[in-house]
Nanobody
Framework: QVQLVESGGGLVQPGGSLRLSCAASGIIFSNYMMGWYRQAPGKQRELVAS???????????NYADSVKGRFTISRDNAKNTVYLQMDSLKPEDTAVYYC???????????WGQGTQVTVSS
């Protein structure tokens, strides 16, 4: 049974930083592509960043245009954890952030419970 547990959300001022973590269990972590999504009130869930399996390297990354240059996704396969470093945060980054794991062959996907990020002065 796949379990994804996010942590690291909170309240931060504009221009500040947060680091989200997502710890996975019940899976062979290196068989999964990982992603961070977010959903703001009244909006659809959107992809923020994704990272490939990271077998031969740290993993290839992809970012939404709105976060390029400010957010960094990374993974540690030894710790079954994916991270999202968020810098230069803006009020429009306020959302619930969700971790997603997708199997590289079956495409079966699982979600975490979400962690709230609020950017406000």
């Amino acid at each position: 049974q796949v379990q994804l547990v996010e942590s690291g959300g909170g309240l931060v001022q504009p221009g500040g930083s947060l680091r989200l973590s997502c710890a996975a269990s019940g899976i062979i972590f290196s068989n999964y592509m990982m992603g961070w999504y977010r959903q703001a009130p009244g909006k659809q869930r959107e992809l923020v960043a994704s990272i490939t399996r990271g077998i031969a390297s740290g993993g290839r990354t992809n970012y939404a245009d709105s976060v390029k240059g400010r957010f960094t996704i990374s993974r540690d396969n030894a710790k079954n954890t994916v991270y999202l470093q968020m810098d230069s945060l803006k009020p429009e980054d306020t959302a619930v952030y969700y971790c997603n794991a997708r199997h590289y062959i079956t495409n079966s996907a699982s979600w975490g419970q979400g962690t709230q990020v609020t950017v406000s002065s």
